[in-house]
């Protein structure tokens, strides 16, 4: 358990020494030096307005590691002159909780405010979530709670509904390079050395740290340490060195560049061509570049309803279950679902029938704006609308044997386009069959 006064001389310098880890030295003891977030702390943005309006209150943050969840907490009780005290869920129970609010009671008595940050919150049980609640209700203490899961799930209704809620997102690549060279400049950092880098290092360790601030950090610290010292005292970090940092072969890879879109065209044409070697091998490029496995998943989710559609509707039910399993797995377990999905949809029968049939029509909506709702099935829920015919003539198919009425629903200008041409392969087949006696009956051509 981590206490801090007002009285502390490192309290607001925060100064680590530096013997202590790069991320420590780093850490950001001001809120325009924080990197991220910038959907809660860029001007306007409601964090940012608490806290320059003093206005804080009890909150949860939710987030991955290596946001940040920690070091804002601390710049928050800086800026709010409040006593800070890190309290970890691992290792306290209920009496330090206990301990915690007398001293938090007898702060209050002297004006002094106390914020307590607890970390990995949701490893609390309900009895120990418990204990915080009437010091939170009576405003004893502002409370900060930091959870990588789901606080619907894992916190208590009671507690939670008296937290501000607010999710806090991974860093990207860009941002992370931010931080990297900051690193290098500060001299809390290796501001006071020479170090040699390639300038696609940085961006590299970035890639391959998945948002997480704390795990670049300690990368780049590593491959410093490790790096070779010349007589006059700098350090030239090699490809090599980083790569056995990384733990794997540093790839060149720009989630917002060329190659980006080259790879996921190539994996999406890959599948396309019913070639599942080539399709997990652009996966492979991908992810272990570190492209967003969530990202992937999505670009299937569309591939299945764009290349296959019909043809086997399962493709789409296999593609969203992989989305799921990469936001519960993450990496690198979720490569493996991944794979399951990206091998189905190559060898998935294909049509894309669907994508034709979208494409059809909104050519047509986009020139035809203006076309009414046929009368027949337009809503009707008042007695003027009735009198101005609304409805009339409308059939419910289910009333009918055949479950369809003979009723046309497009405009009337549109009344004979046919947007859906389902193809024969796979269960599309069996949709066409079905397809061409509808429109038979509805056309009256089956009697």
Known sequence: MDQLSLFDSDHFSGAAPLSSPLADRLRPQELDEYIGQKHLLAPGKPLRQMLERDMIASMIFWGPPGVGKT?????????????????????????????IMKQAEDNRAYGIRTLVFVDEIHRFNKAQQDAF????????????????????????????????VFVLKALTSDELTELLQHALQNKKGFGSSTIHMDE???????????????????????????????????????QEILEQCLGKKALLYDKNGEE????????????????????VYWLAR????????????????????????????QALQVAVAAY??????????????????????????????LYKAYEEAKADALTMLAEPVPLVIRNAPTSLMSELHYGEGYVY?????EKMARMTCLPESLKDRKYYRPTEEG?????????????????GEDS
């Open 71 to 99: 070091t804002l907490a601390r710049i928050i009780a800086n800026r709010t002159k409040s006593r800070f005290i890190n309290f970890s869920a691992v290792t306290s129970g209920i009496k330090e909780i206990k301990e």
């Open 133 to 164: 609640l009437p010091y939170v209700e009576k405003g004893s203490i502002i409370l900060i709670g930091a959870t990588t899961e789901n606080p619907s799930f894992e916190i208590n209704a009671a507690l939670l509904s008296r937290l501000k």
């Open 427 to 443: 269960k599309e087949a069996a949709f066409k069959e079905r397809l061409e006696k509808s429109r038979r009956f509805r056309l």
């Open 397 to 401: 198919a289910h009333n009918t044997e």
């Open 260 to 279: 980006h879109y080259n790879l996921i065209s190539a994996l999406h044409k890959s599948m396309r061509n019913s070639d599942p070697d080539a399709a």
């Open 200 to 238: 696609d290092m940085l961006p590299a360790i970035a890639a391959a740290s998945d948002g997480d601030a704390r795990c670049a950090l300690n990368t780049l610290e590593m491959a410093i340490l490790n790096g070779e010292i010349a007589p006059d005292g700098s350090i030239t970090v090699t």
């Open 324 to 353: 799921q399993a990469c936001h519960f797995n993450g990496m690198p377990e979720c490569n493996v679902n991944l794979t399951h999905a990206v091998v189905y949809l190559s060898l998935a029968p294909r049509s894309n029938a």
């Open 286 to 313: 991908m992810l272990e570049a570190g492209e967003d496995p969530l990202y992937i998943a999505r670009r299937l989710i569309r591939f299945a309803s764009e290349d296959i559609g019909l043809a086997d509707s």
